[in-house]
Nanobody, 118 residues
Framework: QVQLVESGGGLVQAGGSLRLSCAGSGSIFSTNTMGWYRQAPGKQRDFVADITRGGSQNIADSVKGRFTISRDNGKNTVYLQMNSLKPEDSAVYYC????????????WGQGTQVTVSS
C-alpha cells in the first residue's frame, strides 16, 4: 500500500510560480514512477508529468518549458516546479505513483488546488 501526501498549492497571479510536493510512503516498488495529473472543473483528468527513480521523465506538451519535475529518492518525494503560470493551469493537481513508467496510475494523492488569477 502507498500513501501520497501533496502540498504547495494555492493562489497565484498569472506569470507567477508555485512548487508542489508529494511525499510517498509504503511500497518502494509502487513508487518507482511518481508524477502529476490535473483536473479542471468539468474536464477530464489530464497527465502533466512523471519521473522514475532513475530519472526518466515525461512532460505534457502543454506545460513543457514552464514546468519542471524532479524527485528526491531518499525522501521518496516528487516536486513539480511551475513557472510562468497561466489561468488555464488552474486545476486540482493530483500526485500519483505506479511501478511501471507509462502505466496508468495505481495510487493517487488527495489533490491540491492551484488557482491562477489573470
Amino acid at each position: 500500500q502507498v500513501q501520497l501526501v501533496e502540498s504547495g498549492g494555492g493562489l497565484v497571479q498569472a506569470g507567477g510560480s508555485l512548487r508542489l510536493s508529494c511525499a510517498g510512503s509504503g511500497s518502494i516498488f509502487s513508487t518507482n514512477t511518481m508524477g502529476w495529473y490535473r483536473q479542471a472543473p468539468g474536464k477530464q483528468r489530464d497527465f502533466v508529468a512523471d519521473i522514475t527513480r532513475g530519472g526518466s521523465q515525461n512532460i505534457a506538451d502543454s506545460v513543457k518549458g514552464r514546468f519542471t519535475i524532479s524527485r528526491d529518492n531518499g525522501k521518496n518525494t516528487v516536486y513539480l516546479q511551475m513557472n510562468s503560470l497561466k489561468p488555464e493551469d488552474s486545476a486540482v493537481y493530483y500526485c500519483f505513483s505506479v511501478l511501471r513508467h507509462g502505466s496508468y496510475p495505481q495510487y493517487w494523492g488527495q489533490g491540491t488546488q492551484v488557482t491562477v488569477s489573470s
